[in-house]
C-alpha cells in the first residue's frame, strides 16, 4: 500500500501513511477544510449565503 500523502511505501506503526509527517499533513487538511464532502441540502446553502453576507456587511 503507498501512502496517500507521497506515494511511499507505508509503514505499519502509520498506517495508512509513511511517516508521522505524512499524518501530520493528511490531519491538517481536514482540520483546515481542504477536505470536505460538498452538501446538497438546500438548508445548508441558505445557512453559508445568510453567513457570507453577515461577514460582508461586517466592518473590518
Do not use: N
Not at 5 to 26: G, L, V
Not at 39 to 49: G, I, K, R, V, W
Amino acid at each position: 500500500m503507498a501512502c496517500p500523502i507521497c506515494d511511499k511505501q507505508t509503514d505499519p506503526k502509520y498506517r495508512p501513511f509513511c511517516s508521522k509527517r505524512c499524518a501530520d499533513i493528511d490531519l491538517a487538511k481536514w482540520m483546515t477544510g481542504s477536505y470536505a464532502v460538498p452538501s446538497t441540502d438546500p438548508e445548508d446553502l441558505e445557512q453559508a449565503l445568510e453567513e457570507a453576507a453577515q461577514k460582508k456587511s461586517k466592518p473590518h
